[in-house]
């Protein structure tokens, strides 16, 4: 009887009302019966003690010995969005001010983030961190996320009117342009950046698009401004990459803060490439995408 009224109950979703008359017994009876099931065993109850955000985030920090990191619970819509406000605490608590130079990357992540606001901070020189490209998609516009960042800011934005790939002969000149080398030239003095993580090409046939077809063959686990990286963090140089326009790994890595900003359970593998090549070294995400990062921690370590 203790069996039968507890699978009724616990497992057919049965009311204790229900159970009493199909069993034929009273109501009391079968909460009597469902207590000592409950005592002897046959029933487990178990809450299931689930990690906070900010236990998250220092999980996250020391798995990846990350400088900072912030997790948000994520939202039924809008996440994307939602790091806004976190990715605002990490500039705040950087302690980022006048003259203090910050790196703009493109993508999804950061145009939703640049969108939703980011703390005013006034007098910081708002850079781009690579050429344009010739993609009409919203997420693709460099210098128009340099602009509303440092309108939100209260900042200064050097724009780059340049591409993001050319041929060597046209880099050159265009890098020999005043203006130009003006913008480039802030790379070096970065104090923090602000980049998104790009995903594997085979996955993300839209973004592959724009892409060469050598950067389509590559077996990496993701990207940060078209640097890719495989998930130990070695780099997986392209036939072109020498001709970007861009911020290279060396000054992302020299940079005092660059955060990642993601919020897509796929892109786990591309964050923790990014962070052990160096090119990343915070970290603003959701549970969801946080606990897909610690889970491959846990199956596949550091090298």
Known sequence: ???????????????QVDIAKKVG????????????ARAVGIVRIEVLDLASPDEISL???AALNLKRAAVI???????????????????KEEGLGSGSVLGIGWGRAIREVVMAGLPRIPGMLVVPLNGGMQQAAPHFQINEFVRQAAEHLGGVPHFLHAPYLSSTDLREAFLSDPSVRETTGLWDRMECCIVGIGLPHAINPPEASAATLNEQALSAVGDVIRHYVDIDGKPLPWEGEERMIAASPEQLRQ???????VATVEKAAGVIGAVRAGMINAVVTDTATAQAILTILREQPAA
């Open 1 to 15: 009887m203790l069996h039968m009224v507890a699978k009724l109950h616990y497992e057919a979703d049965m009311s």
């Open 25 to 36: 017994v009273s109501t009391a009876t079968v909460s009597r019966l469902l207590q000592k």
């Open 59 to 61: 999980e996250l920090v």
């Open 73 to 91: 619970d994520t939202p039924p819509s809008g996440v994307l969005a939602a790091l806004a406000a976190p990715l605002g605490n990490l500039l």
């Open 255 to 261: 940079t005092g803060l660059a955060i990642g900003v």
